[in-house]
């Protein structure tokens, strides 16, 4: 082959080379890769003088209220706490009180997460506060039935929700039939027989 021909065979062979990898690499770029694998949702334990009651968080629309939440679980602030206001057919609360009705001491507040976060649907768990939307801290609640009337309306805060009960809701309605007594005007709504939180703890990483 004369040399000048050979140099033209030799570039042509080269762009189809190049060509051929440009198009390969196109391809690769366009294939979709799998996608990360998501992390599991924190779970928590509560076991109470009734049984077990395992919750979700939801640390994507309450991140604030999560991470405080599970600040109190990990130091142990909520062994010992009973609940201390159960009205059937509505809410169950703890987290505020011993059996001897002192109560324990939180720390700082933290910020409202309702508006644009989870509903007050039964089976949720949401924080506690004053009138303030901003003033919950440690206490919080058990919906026993869609309280809608708790939800965030009109960019108004409502009470935030922070977990979904996933098993244990027999306890928590166990719980909800306590027979209560009102002992002054702030504890209107006292179980008879106190139920207490034993304690606790994160679920193990699924």
């Given at each position: 082959m004369q040399p000048a021909r050979f140099a033209q065979h030799f570039f042509y062979?080269?762009?189809?080379?190049?060509?051929?990898?440009?198009?390969c690499h196109?391809?690769?770029?366009e294939t979709p890769t799998s996608a990360a694998p998501t992390e599991p949702q924190p779970r928590i334990i509560i076991t109470t003088t009734l049984g077990d009651i395992e919750i979700e968080l939801a640390p994507e629309k309450a991140p604030l209220t999560v991470r405080n939440f599970l600040q109190y679980a990990d130091r142990h602030y909520y062994d010992g706490t009973i609940f201390h206001r159960?009205?059937?057919g509505f809410i169950i609360e703890t987290g505020g009180f011993d059996r001897k009705l002192n109560a324990?001491?939180?720390?700082?507040?933290?910020?409202?997460?309702?508006?644009?976060?989870?509903?007050?649907?039964?089976?949720s768990v949401a924080m506690a506060r004053s009138h303030d939307p901003d003033s919950a801290k440690a206490q919080f609640f058990f919906n026993l039935k869609n309280n809608r009337n708790f939800d965030a309306k009109y960019g108004n805060p409502g009470y935030t929700v922070f977990g979904q009960v996933i098993s244990g809701m027999e306890v928590v309605q166990s719980i909800a039939t306590s027979k209560v007594e009102k002992l002054n005007h702030?504890?209107?709504?006292?179980?008879?027989?106190?139920i207490q939180i034993i304690n606790i703890r994160r679920?193990?990483?699924r």
């Open positions: 062979q080269n762009l189809v080379a190049c060509c051929l990898l440009i198009f196109s391809l690769w770029a159960v009205i059937q324990f001491e939180p720390g700082q507040s933290v910020k409202n997460e309702s508006v644009g976060g989870l509903l007050n649907i039964k089976g702030q504890f209107v709504h006292k179980p008879l027989e106190d679920s193990p990483t």
